[in-house]
């Protein structure tokens, strides 16, 4: 059994979203099973550099389409986003100083984002989606009934 398994209940998007917050727990669950192996410090540094790379992708990625979708939360989404990175970095720091303590550091972290930032500000963003294509069927609802 992974350490971190993907569940339904984090789905956002099913599509691109969802792909890059899977491959976040498949880095999750590498970093877990070398770290178990005794083989944390031999990762931790390719795995921080993929992992900031693809977050700030993703996260613009994410971005825009909030920005797109006129989502009210996006500042304060942004903060989380920009945090995240600025952790990522930190521990960058911490793993070029020496400190042997980077990979069970990031396991934590990236464990704790994909449980509370994709369950509870991601999903802020699937609700807001929901609730505008209902408004949008109410909307072409209506204007059928009333051109009746």
Do not use: C
């Not at 917050?21 to 540094?45: C, M, P, R, Y």
């Not at 100083?97 to 991601?122: E, F, K, P």
């Amino acid at each position: 059994m992974a350490y971190f398994e993907w569940a339904e209940d984090m789905a956002i998007d099913h599509g691109p979203i969802d792909e890059d917050h899977k491959k976040l727990v498949e880095h999750v669950n590498q970093l877990h099973t070398a770290t178990s192996d005794g083989q944390g410090q031999e990762i931790v540094a390719r795995l921080l550099n993929d992992l900031l790379h693809e977050t700030v992708e993703h996260t613009h990625q994410e971005e825009r389409q909030m920005q797109a979708l006129g989502y009210p939360l996006l500042e304060e989404h942004k903060k989380g986003h920009v945090q995240f990175i600025a952790d990522l970095h930190t521990l960058q720091t911490k793993l070029a100083a020496g400190s042997t303590t980077v990979a069970s550091q990031l396991s934590t972290l990236l464990r704790d984002w994909l449980s509370v930032h994709i369950r509870r500000y991601d999903k802020d963003l699937l609700r807001f989606t929901e609730n505008k294509e209902r408004e949008k069927r109410r909307a072409a609802h209506a204007a059928r009934v009333a051109g009746r």
